[in-house]
């Protein structure tokens, strides 16, 4: 949101719907996705205001025990304050700071019920404050100074609607260019935690869950198509050795090269590591399309372009089965057993069905069911079977 106190355009606060002291007292997946958020709102404030953007938290885990931290309001919000480019990025860093990689001792401070004082930024790491003893609207004070406008911190005493609403204006026009970035981000965050966790992953996923409806939707793929199977999005390549399995030819693609290479398996399929948005394979080269669970880490723009790549692919005479977890919005989660985090961009039946009729197929079939997940967690799936429109 745009925020009161707005002495320069591009001031903003990103903050979280549940209501907790600070980022650090959300779960690892919540502020994983709250920071990935600010960044991705800090990128678009650079590019539309041409201003460095520094990001402050004053966290306010130690409020309830009477500690002074800073911060004016006991709810966790990151602020975004646009400053010159020549500014020196240090200048908001307590002399009491350390940097800190990562955001796992802003739980910690949390856990201890502590304030801290977290600033970051796009062009350098986080630095991390933690019981200090900070006046009130700290950084806002130092943010008042760098601008030149020291008497005017107070954003109760001078709101500069004015600049709220430019701020509103400019960032919405480019409100694409922010949801491209927030996409970026957290699909680089969800391709780390498999790579960093590519054996533990592989392994919880090496075979089918109890109530798992897919081998027989494998079956039914299999036994109405001719031709090589694209596995897209094989993981650790469980459903490609059920095709390798059933006598047909299997590509195993995956965008992790570390999952696609942790298992053994005991028939042979192709691996292939590559972007699911660019297929490295010949117009009308497979007969099967598998894609199972991979869409929903991409948004809508990236699903789309996806799709349009799976028709090329997919021969005239073929079929495709599509999986997403249905739903609105985006969930974020820890990866099986780590704190490693993945995010999913939820879709909807409909949607699902639009999308893959937007890219030139036509739908066979489309329903919702209830499966377990590779985290062995109930969820519902929205999955259509597909083929190329004529």
């Known amino acids: 949101m745009a925020g009161l106190g707005s002495l320069e355009p591009g001031y903003v ?9 600070s980022s650090g007292d959300l779960s690892t997946p919540e502020r994983s996705l709250l920071h990935a958020t600010a960044r991705a709102t800090a990128y678009l404030i650079e590019r539309v205001f041409q201003h460095r953007v520094l990001i402050v938290e004053h966290g306010s885990s130690g409020k309830a025990a009477g500690q002074a931290g800073g911060g004016c309001i006991t709810h966790c919000h990151l602020h975004l304050f646009p400053v010159p480019w020549d ?55 130092i943010w008042a100074e760098i601008l030149g406008m020291p008497d005017t911190w107070d954003w109760a005493a001078f709101p500069y609607i004015e600049n ?50 897919l081998p027989a939707q494998l079956d039914e793929l299999l036994a109405a198509t001719r031709g090589v199977v694209l596995d897209a999005g094989a993981g650790g390549g469980r459903d490609s050795d059920y095709v390798a399995a059933a006598g ?8 992790s090269a570390a999952l696609l290479t942790e298992l053994t398996w005991a028939r042979d399929f192709s691996r292939l590591v590559a972007d699911i948005r660019s297929i490295p394979l010949a117009d009308s080269s497979v007969g099967a399309i598998w894609c199972s669970a991979v869409l929903l880490h991409l948004d809508p723009t990236g699903a789309a372009q996806a799709l349009r790549e799976l028709r090329r692919v997919l021969d005239p005479d073929g079929l495709m089965q599509v999986s997403v977890k249905e739903g609105r919005g985006i969930r974020t989660e820890a990866l099986i057993g780590t704190t490693a985090v993945r995010h999913f961009f939820l879709y909807e039946l409909q949607e699902l069905t639009a999308m ?18 590779s985290g062995k967690t109930l969820q519902r799936w929205a999955k259509a079977v597909v083929r190329k429109s004529l």
């Open 13 to 21: 606060l990103v903050l979280p719907h549940r209501h907790v002291p």
């Open 248 to 255: 047909r030819l299997a590509i195993a693609m995956d965008a």
């Open 164 to 213: 709220c609403h430019l701020t509103i204006k400019e960032l919405r026009r480019d409100e694409a260019h922010m949801r491209e970035r927030l996409s970026a981000e957290i699909l680089d965050e969800t391709l780390a935690a498999y790579a960093s966790n590519a054996s533990r992953y592989a392994a919880a996923t090496e075979e089918f869950a109890g109530n798992s409806t």
């Open 87 to 141: 500014t020196d990025p240090l200048v908001m860093v307590p002399p009491d700071a350390h940097p800190v990689a990562g955001l796992n001792l802003l739980a910690e401070a949390a856990a201890r019920r502590q304030n801290y004082y977290y600033r970051s930024s796009l062009s350098d790491g986080g630095y991390l404050a933690v019981g200090s003893e900070l006046v009130s609207q700290y950084a806002r004070r």
């Open 356 to 373: 893959a009729e937007s890219a030139g197929f036509e739908v066979v079939k489309a329903w919702v069911e209830e499966e377990d997940s």
